[in-house]
């Protein structure tokens, strides 16, 4: 399943071998959560999550069977991602509550560990109806921010998304949305220093520079925090750039960029001397942009685009 594999190869071929292995696990011992919740993964992972739906409600009843918390926990989590995924968010906040309420393992202190992740659980439904206090909460429950240095690869997604829920809630505040900016870049160096492959620390480096261009667009004109603030921004950016540059990605994060200088050019008197330079370099950061968003057929990011030419 692991994607870089697959992608090296016939992804429909790979799915069909696993899939009949794990048929064939699921025939030998059909008491067996473990194939059953493989399984499951296998039709998320092929786009198939509703399939998949009944097949970890499957593993979760038999992992129940087995009386084995360490079957159960994974057997609901993995469930609750999957309906998370299918914007089931009431069940999912049920997945999480039974997380809660599952007895520590033998070799464990407390429930603490099962406590973090319904907690953050809960945080992704919250997430994904926009509800950002609820989010923010529970995903503090989880990984208090004054305790980042205790957090793992595991807490990444946590990481990432409390970072954004802060800046939704406070979009409306220009001083409130500074502050969030400011809180959530420290976050987000957190998870980069976490971040194994180059594509996720890639878009760590864009939610940052997005972070920045909210914080200097929600600033009245002339604010001497935004000049930091933008330069922040478009460091951010070249970073995501340099590690990923021509995938679809990279066309929201050009579109940061050009949204930055347009407000770095604003900023310059109109006889400043660099400012021939730095029109140039919009327009052609603008063009590669709408190349790439032509190329990829992102229509939001080329409408975008479109607009902003104007003020070049």
């Keep these: 399943l692991d994607h870089e594999t697959v992608f090296k190869k016939d992804r429909f071929t790979i799915g069909d071998l696993c899939e009949a292995d794990l048929l064939k696990a699921i025939d030998l011992a059909p008491m067996d959560p473990e194939p059953q919740r493989w399984l499951g993964r296998l039709k998320r992972e092929q786009g198939d999550a509703r399939g998949g739906d009944e097949i970890f409600a499957k593993a979760v009843e038999l992992a129940k ?5 360490r079957l159960v926990l994974v057997a609901l989590r993995d469930w609750a991602e999957n309906q998370l995924l299918l914007e089931q968010v009431d069940e999912a906040h049920q997945r999480a509550d039974q997380i809660a309420d599952l007895k520590p393992l033998r070799w464990m ?4 560990p ?8 809960h945080g992704e439904a919250w997430f994904r109806l926009s509800k950002w206090s609820d989010a923010i909460a529970a995903y503090d429950q989880a990984l208090p921010s004054d305790k980042l240095d205790s957090a793992t690869l595991d807490d990444l997604p946590l990481l990432m998304h ?3 829920a802060r800046c939704r809630l406070k979009l409306a ?3 409130a949305v500074v502050a969030a900016s400011k809180l959530s870049l420290t976050e987000l160096l957190r998870a980069r220093s976490l971040a194994a492959d180059s594509l996720t620390q890639a878009a760590i480096h864009a939610q940052a520079a997005g972070f920045a261009i909210r914080a200097v667009e929600a600033l009245p004109p002339g604010d001497i925090r935004a000049s930091q603030l933008r330069q922040e921004g478009l460091d951010q950016a070249q970073a995501a750039l340099a590690l990923n540059a021509t995938s679809q990605e990279s066309v929201a994060v050009r579109l940061i960029q050009f949204k930055l200088l347009l407000h770095k ?3 310059l008197s109109p006889t400043a001397p660099e400012r021939a330079a730095l029109r140039t370099q919009c327009r052609e950061l603008h063009a590669e942009a709408q190349r790439l968003a032509l190329q990829t057929g992102l229509a939001t990011e080329l409408g975008e685009l479109i607009r902003l030419a104007d003020r070049l």
């Design 114 to 121: 099962f406590q973090k992740l319904a907690a953050f659980i």
């Design 65 to 69: 069977a087995t009386d084995e918390p």
């Design 109 to 112: 202190r407390d429930a603490g």
């Design 173 to 175: 505040e220009s001083e």
């Design 162 to 164: 409390r970072a954004e």
């Design 265 to 267: 050019l604003a900023a």
